[in-house]
């Protein structure tokens, strides 16, 4: 049988193991996926070293940059993104891939509008540089948020003013406030200065509406959550895993 994983920190909740089981199931595929919770990505070596049957893995908060420390090589796409979700096992190598950014792409295509010309990134995680990769690859300006401004292209979250907000129209959430059973955290923008032309896009998936999406719906915005984002970059994975 074989074996693929998730790699993360308290990832109880994990979208990828109910997906992949059910996936295993529908389509009778001899496989199993598992959770790796670890509270050091250094740990992955006992990992790989203890689970002679896996396969592949997928990363997740807080590990998709640090995990690249522990890997053999990454492709070119993950390279210029700074960041990995995805590892395949191929002849004893790892290899670190990203398809964070396609299942971005792909979610997020179908609902943009003339409006939405300049972002904001709210965090500067891992996901946030493959939604900065998405967002490159349809020449949308964006900023990036966080709470200490490290370059030019980052600003802190008390530097969000009426200005920024109004002519940023679309908003995405790459950080994990919001996350059940978190659910009353968001973060902390001034949500009365969005509109109806603005559109929010969370990557967290559960609850189906966040804290975040709910203020910007009771706004008038437009919103979504990660869920088709992350059914996307679990097929670009599966496809990966089976090159």
Same mark, same amino acid.
């Not at 994990?14 to 790796?36: G, H, L, P, R, W």
């Not at 295509?109 to 995680?125: D, R, T, W, Y």
């Not at 032309?197 to 203020?215: E, I, S």
């Given at each position: 049988?074989?074996?693929?994983?998730?790699?993360?920190?308290?990832?109880?909740?994990?979208?990828?193991?109910?997906?992949?089981?059910?996936?295993?199931?529908?389509?009778?595929?001899?496989?199993?996926?598992?959770?790796?919770?670890?509270?050091?990505?250094? +740990?992955? +070596?006992?990992?790989?070293?203890?689970?002679?049957?896996?396969?592949?893995?997928?990363?997740?908060?807080? =590990?998709?940059?640090?995990?690249?420390?522990?890997?053999?090589?990454?492709?070119?796409?993950?390279?210029?993104?700074?960041?990995?979700?995805?590892? +395949?096992?191929?002849?004893?190598?790892?290899? @670190?891939?990203?398809?964070?950014? =396609?299942?971005?792409?792909?979610?997020?295509?179908?609902?943009?509008?003339?409006?939405?010309?300049?972002?904001?990134?709210? @965090?500067?995680?891992?996901?946030?540089?493959?939604?900065?990769? @998405?967002?490159?690859?349809?020449?949308?300006?964006?900023?990036?948020?966080?709470?200490?401004?490290?370059?030019?292209?980052?600003?802190?979250?008390?530097?969000?003013?009426?200005?920024?907000?109004?002519?940023?129209?679309?908003?995405?959430?790459?950080?994990?406030?919001?996350?059940? %059973?978190?659910?009353?955290?968001?973060?902390?923008? %001034?949500?009365?200065?969005? @509109?109806?032309?603005?559109?929010?896009?969370?990557?967290?998936?559960?609850?189906?509406?966040?804290?975040?999406?709910?203020?910007?719906?009771?706004?008038?915005?437009?919103?979504?959550?990660?869920?088709?984002?992350?059914?996307?970059?679990?097929?670009?994975?599966?496809?990966?895993?089976?090159?």
């Amino acid at each position: 049988m074989r074996k693929y994983g998730l790699i993360g920190k308290n990832i109880d909740y994990s979208f990828s193991k109910a997906y992949f089981s059910k996936k295993f199931e529908k389509y009778n595929i001899d496989a199993s996926y598992v959770n790796f919770d670890i509270d050091d990505i250094s +740990k992955i +070596k006992e990992i790989i070293k203890k689970e002679k049957d896996l396969c592949g893995l997928n990363v997740t908060i807080p =590990y998709k940059q640090s995990v690249v420390d522990f890997l053999d090589n990454i492709d070119d796409n993950a390279k210029s993104i700074g960041a990995v979700n995805t590892i +395949k096992f191929d002849n004893g190598k790892l290899i @670190g891939y990203n398809t964070d950014a =396609y299942g971005f792409i792909k979610s997020l295509f179908p609902l943009l509008e003339k409006q939405h010309q300049k972002a904001l990134v709210l @965090g500067s995680g891992g996901a946030s540089k493959a939604v900065c990769s @998405g967002l490159k690859s349809f020449d949308i300006d964006y900023r990036i948020v966080s709470r200490s401004a490290k370059n030019d292209l980052q600003i802190t979250y008390d530097q969000l003013d009426k200005d920024i907000i109004e002519s940023h129209k679309l908003i995405v959430n790459c950080t994990p406030l919001g996350t059940h %059973p978190n659910i009353h955290e968001s973060p902390n923008i %001034p949500y009365e200065y969005i @509109g109806n032309k603005h559109f929010l896009f969370d990557l967290v998936y559960n609850p189906k509406v966040t804290t975040f999406l709910a203020q910007g719906s009771n706004q008038g915005a437009k919103i979504c959550n990660g869920y088709d984002m992350l059914r996307f970059q679990a097929e670009k994975a599966w496809e990966i895993w089976n090159a």
